[in-house]
């Protein structure tokens, strides 16, 4: 299986901050990346996919990078609404994995 | 709009199969590929496998052995079977929609928990 290791795993900011949020694949996924967002009680919602492509709706204060092993997931300029708990997730190959979740937390 | 509804108990037994439908509105199930995840209390993602229209099937290794999906297509629903479940299947189960392996729709979620 491909591992997904995100850091860090919390994350304190302020409203207005530029945040990012760091994926590492255990091989090479080309870009093949995927973030989501989730809000207690709440299913994940898709926000990039294909490492940098937007989803249609989601915010422009959202962008991702990167290819290979290595991909970032930026908050511009944070919101009330983004505090939540982020996973990035693999799809080059079955099984697909999940990271263990990155949860931004109000400072 | 897409839509994904997950039905069914929310309570099994230890050794027993636990049993789900996910039922689907405004997309065709004769189209795509449709998956389902789970996230035990507290704790990340876990991708359970996937189906397609056509029947095929592609499951976690680490659950194939006890893991049955299947699709109803004049329903439009597809459905999970975990057998032989123990307190560690305990978790939120969601159905959602795959497309390239990108996950852009998903259910609700419905709690299942294994206790006797």
């Known amino acids: 299986d491909i591992q997904m290791t995100q850091s860090p795993s919390s994350l304190s900011a302020s409203i207005g901050d530029r945040v990012t949020i760091t994926c590492r694949a255990s091989q090479s996924i080309s870009s093949s990346l995927n973030w989501y967002q989730q809000k207690p009680g709440k299913a994940p919602k898709l926000l990039i996919y294909a490492a940098s492509s937007l989803q249609s709706g989601v915010p422009s204060r959202f962008s991702g990078s990167g290819s290979g092993t290595d991909f970032t997931l930026t908050i511009s300029s944070l919101q009330p609404e983004d505090f939540a708990t982020y996973y990035c997730?693999?799809?080059?190959?079955?099984?697909?994995?999940f990271g263990q979740g990155t949860k931004l937390e109000m400072k | 709009q897409v839509l994904l509804q997950e039905s069914g108990p929310g309570l099994v037994k230890p050794s027993e199969t636990l049993s789900l439908t996910c039922t689907v509105s405004g997309a065709s199930i004769n189209s795509y590929y449709w998956t389902w995840i789970r996230q035990p209390p507290g704790k990340g993602l876990e991708w359970i496998g996937y189906i397609y229209y056509s029947g095929s099937t592609n499951y976690n290794p680490s659950l194939r052995s006890r893991v049955t999906m299947s699709i109803d297509t004049p329903k439009n629903q597809f459905s999970l079977k975990l057998t032989s479940v123990t307190a560690a299947d305990t978790a939120v189960y969601y159905c959602?929609?795959?497309?390239?392996?990108?996950?852009?729709?998903w259910g609700q979620g419905t709690v299942v928990t294994v206790s006797s």
């Open positions: 997730q693999q799809s080059y190959r079955t099984p697909y994995t």
């Open positions: 959602a929609k795959v497309g390239m392996g990108v996950i852009d729709h």
